[in-house]
């Protein structure tokens, strides 16, 4: 049964974008009863079967407090695991992926949701959030921004890799990582900076030389106001939605994190982790698990200029040329900024572009990346504490 919360204009005739793919609804699609595969139902089926990811109760208390529970503060992390849970779903199932109807489910779906289960033993647990974003100030009971929680996935995926690497030689986490910031503390100066010598580096350090690219998850965390977001950001931010490469958007109403994962005329709709379940235990084996509780058949929506200015946007490449596509995307929308973009991209670090600190991060010839060691980047693509930022 489906359910939509907000105001009537949820699923109107107009389109709406959605992860990348476009669904065209017809008005009289709205109003009918048919069961066939309309611009509408095809909707609902894609909605439906991104992983939803909640407030849970009951699960064992997070390292030496006393909370066995997220509820009232845990939004930003479950909405952080929703995205790149898709991240993943797209890395190992593709875009086209749509949950089954009937068991068994394939391994690589349950071996996702194990991974966010809600206990040290699973790699990217609440838990081991939090733990990975010490130095960010994650703690049990408190709330965390877009840009913590960001740095907090950089720790984490980093420990995870280097973990698994010493067992046995291989990586948990798929891909390569970036976190785009535009200064050391990414609350503020210039809009961040994809370098894409940066990209390059990270993958072929995620590949241990062995190849030239790998996938890799980008996260942008951006502040686009101040007590408010600037409309002239809205245009910007709808049109992230239409990239292949697009995993939506972490964000909400001030201090309430959402999930944001398509968009249509001015609203924003999403996925809500507010909703109280309790634990569930899914084994990495077991293909029979009842898994109706990473699902969410509610389509709620949001005024796009009611967001918070602080926010974080996804965005996952599989190859090279998908990298390459979402960069000349992420071109053209620079070019439609009038001189405010949400992040511009740049083929490597110029000195005519005063990025500060340039005896550090250029060395003495300024000839970019080939003067970097390749052991200073952080894996966000920074050297030492420092990030690249034009003034």
């Not at 009918?32 to 909640?54: M, N, P, Q, V, Y």
């Not at 109403?253 to 982790?273: E, N």
Request: hydrophobic share 35%; with cysteine; proline share 4%.
């Amino acid at each position: 049964m489906w359910r939509f919360l907000g105001t009537s204009k949820v699923l109107t005739s107009s389109d709406v974008w959605f992860l990348g793919k476009c669904y065209k609804l017809l008005s009289e699609e709205l109003s009918s009863d048919s069961d066939s595969k309309s611009g509408h139902a095809a909707f609902l089926e894609d909605f439906s079967s991104r992983i939803w990811i909640t407030y849970r109760k009951g699960f064992d208390a997070i390292s030496d407090s006393k909370y066995t529970s997220d509820v009232n503060w845990g939004c930003m992390v479950r909405s952080s695991q929703m995205l790149v849970a898709q991240a993943l779903i797209f890395h190992h199932l593709g875009r086209s992926w749509r949950k089954p109807s009937q068991k068994p489910y394939s391994p690589e779906y349950i071996g996702i949701l194990h991974m966010f289960g809600d206990s040290e033993a699973c790699a990217f647990s609440i838990h081991n959030l939090l733990q990975a974003g010490k130095s960010y100030g994650l703690a049990a009971g408190s709330w965390v921004g877009p840009y913590a929680m960001c740095r907090a996935w950089q720790t984490l995926v980093r420990t995870n890799r280097e973990q698994h690497e010493v067992v046995d030689g291989n990586g948990s986490f798929p891909m390569a990582l970036y976190v785009v910031s535009g200064d050391e503390d990414g609350e503020r100066g210039g809009a961040p900076v994809v370098c894409i010598d940066v990209a390059a580096q990270l993958c072929c350090d995620f590949n241990k030389g062995q190849s030239a690219w790998s996938p890799i998850l980008l996260l942008v965390p951006l502040v686009l106001g101040l007590d408010k977001l600037n409309p002239r950001y809205i245009p910007l931010l709808k049109e992230t939605f239409t990239f292949p490469q697009s995993l939506g958007i972490l964000g909400g109403k001030p201090g309430t994190s959402t999930y944001i994962a398509g968009v249509q005329d001015d609203r924003a709709l999403y996925l809500d982790p507010h909703e109280v379940q309790l634990v569930v235990d899914i084994a990495a084996d077991n293909l029979e698990a009842d898994t109706s509780s990473y699902h969410c058949s509610t389509v709620r929506d949001l005024a796009l200029d009611l967001i918070d200015p602080s926010l974080a946007i996804g965005f996952y490449c599989h190859d090279k040329d998908d990298f390459d596509d979402f960069c000349s995307r992420a071109s053209e929308l620079v070019d439609k900024a009038n001189g405010a973009p949400l992040f511009t991209v740049v083929q490597s670090v110029q000195p005519s572009k005063q990025m500060y600190n340039q005896d550090d991060v250029l060395g003495s010839s300024g000839d970019g990346m080939d003067n970097i060691n390749v052991e200073d980047l952080d894996g966000s693509g920074e050297t030492g504490e420092e990030e690249w930022q034009i003034l």
